[in-house]
């Protein structure tokens, strides 16, 4: 079962940040064999819930082994990826939303955008639901996927309606903090993403790092690779994308988000830009 609106894949490139073509997109998938992906972003929300198999799932810095039954929000600027652990059937419902599009059914007095942004980027982002809550989840996507049928009576009404409930119940879950959920990512390994996201102007130092953390230099490289699917040098280069986005959206000029993201060559930072997120840091700005 592969229920696809629009059509929607996984980022295939490492840092690749994965376009939206619609305000709303979802999918109820089951996969079978190896569903990994690498640590990418996509430029808008998403709401994950996960029902069956056997995966770890990472944001940020933290690696959660998710249960069925776990719902995991994430934000535009919010890294993550998938590793499946073995080969069982890996099912999970995955809505994706632009942010634009929930403010447009937001009131005044309440924006459907607050559980995906009034949070630390990296935190809150997972609850489990109780078996009565997967139930209430799976009517309210299942209203939604039938406002999408061809020829439904007031479709464009029932569709905002229907996304309206559901994200609507979406924050509902995480209005308070949910139980301590055990992080499985090695300490040294979400040492060195802190540290590169607090380092930002430092040029990349293997040995630098293999000091800091007590690992040597082969291993720390390989088990990064192997936790995040990036490169060391990979991952700085998008985090340094990732802040200067920030810094575009709150309005800085094209050059203060170049040097005020670690950049030290302009040109360097145009052709990066572009290549990972599809388009030049002047026109980013104008769309933000």
Request: aromatic share 10%; hydrophobic share 35%; glycine share 6%.
């Amino acid at each position: 079962m592969d229920r696809l609106h629009p059509n929607h894949t996984p980022a295939a490139n490492p840092a690749l940040i994965e376009p939206l073509s619609a305000p709303l997109a979802f999918s109820h998938k089951v996969s079978s064999g190896n569903a990994s992906y690498t640590y990418h972003r996509h430029d808008g929300c998403e709401v994950f819930l996960f029902l069956s198999g056997h995966i770890r799932f990472y944001v940020e810095q933290t690696c959660y082994e998710p249960v069925p039954g776990s719902l995991i929000i994430l934000n535009h600027n919010e890294m993550h990826r998938v590793e499946s652990i073995d080969e069982s059937p890996y099912e999970r419902i995955v809505v994706n939303v632009k942010r634009s599009y929930l403010e447009h059914l937001s009131t005044p007095d309440h924006s459907l955008a607050d559980c995906f942004y009034n949070r630390a980027r990296g935190t809150e982002n997972l609850r489990v639901l109780s078996p009565e809550a997967v139930k209430g989840f799976m009517q309210l996507f299942q209203d939604l996927s039938r406002s999408h049928e061809p020829g439904c009576y007031g479709a464009s009404i029932l569709q905002n309606s229907y996304a309206a409930l559901l994200f609507l119940w979406v924050g509902e879950q995480f209005r308070t903090s949910g139980l301590p959920v055990r992080n499985t990512m090695p300490p040294y390994v979400s040492g060195v993403m802190r540290y590169l996201a607090d380092h930002p102007e430092e040029p990349l130092s293997l040995d630098l790092l293999s000091a800091e953390f007590h690992v040597s230099a082969t291993y720390l490289s390989a088990q990064f690779k192997r936790h995040t699917g990036l490169t060391l040098r990979s991952y700085q280069l998008d985090l340094k994308v990732g802040r200067a986005k920030e810094l575009l959206e709150g309005g800085a000029t094209v050059t203060e988000a170049c040097y005020g993201s670690g950049f030290r060559d302009y040109a360097n930072f145009l052709r990066s830009f572009k290549r990972i997120t599809g388009t030049s840091p002047g026109k980013y700005a104008k769309q933000a």
